[in-house]
């Protein structure tokens, strides 16, 4: 098993990228911090997994509950060794500069951007103190190559794939690793579909259509191809591969 004996923390866990990954980690041996504001959906992951699997409710943009989370990995697991900042929102509609609102703005921002710095912040004494760690953030290809009228998305993941690099020649000299996953095309998992009128989910339709046309895999990107890439990540298969956004994609980027 490649996470044997591992403690990992996997925020929005609660479905798509972050069940998958929480689930899979298990299946490979960590015992996992299911973070999750959704107190259904975590507990869902969490059962799913079984003993191994404490389901932690947290706000990612909050000081205090991302303190908490990393807190409850030491004191119910014994340590950390993984951090997979995961949970990330999207907008149901795209939005310019000058059509976004700041409420928006700053929601995105805070989960998307602050989110990860927060986690961060707060396993990065644990991990240097063990001389060990390994951190991985969901990013996007929109944090590389810039989606028309995904003004402040673009921005807050532009800003994980920076912060990324940076964290990672910082924290070489603990032994740390820090990457981000940057998929292509997924059916809007961070998306509340609730939110769509009728219409606006057969747009979403057409644009996912629109999206396979532009993959030369083509089809859309999965949560388990996502799920697989931070396996890798977070193994030792990885050992030698820091700062890096290592895009999953299905060849949209090579186009």
């Not at 866990?13 to 999750?36: D, K, T």
């Not at 509950?65 to 149901?92: E, W, Y």
């Not at 920076?162 to 964290?167: C, D, E, F, G, M």
């Amino acid at each position: 098993m490649r996470l044997k004996d591992k403690v990992a923390i996997v925020t929005g866990a609660g479905s798509s990228i972050g069940q998958e990954s929480a689930i899979l980690f298990a299946n490979e041996g960590a015992r996992v911090i299911i973070a999750e504001i959704n107190d259904d959906a975590g507990q869902e992951t969490a059962e799913r997994i079984g003993k191994n699997a404490l389901f932690v409710r947290i706000d990612v943009s909050s000081w205090d509950d991302t303190q908490r989370m990393v807190k409850s990995a030491v004191d119910h697991f014994g340590g950390l060794d993984i951090l997979f900042n995961n949970a990330g929102i999207d907008l149901p509609y795209a939005t310019t500069v000058v059509d976004t609102e700041i409420s928006d703005w700053e929601r995105i921002i805070n989960i998307n951007l602050k989110g990860v710095f927060l986690g961060v912040h707060h396993a990065l004494p644990i991990m240097m103190a063990q001389n060990s760690g390994v951190i991985i953030s969901t990013a996007s290809r929109a944090g590389l190559g810039a989606t028309k009228g995904e003004a402040a998305y673009c921005a807050s993941k532009g800003g994980v794939v920076s912060l990324t690099r940076q964290l990672a020649i910082d924290y070489a000299q603990y032994n740390i690793r820090v990457n981000s996953i940057c998929p292509g095309g997924i059916d809007r998992p961070t998306i509340d579909r609730s939110e769509f009128l009728e219409q606006s989910v057969g747009a979403l339709e057409r644009r996912n259509e629109q999206i396979i046309q532009k993959v030369p895999i083509g089809r859309l990107c999965s949560p388990q191809d996502v799920a697989q890439a931070a396996l890798y990540l977070a193994s030792d298969a990885s050992a030698y591969v820091t700062g890096t956004a290592l895009v999953v994609d299905g060849g949209g980027l090579a186009l």
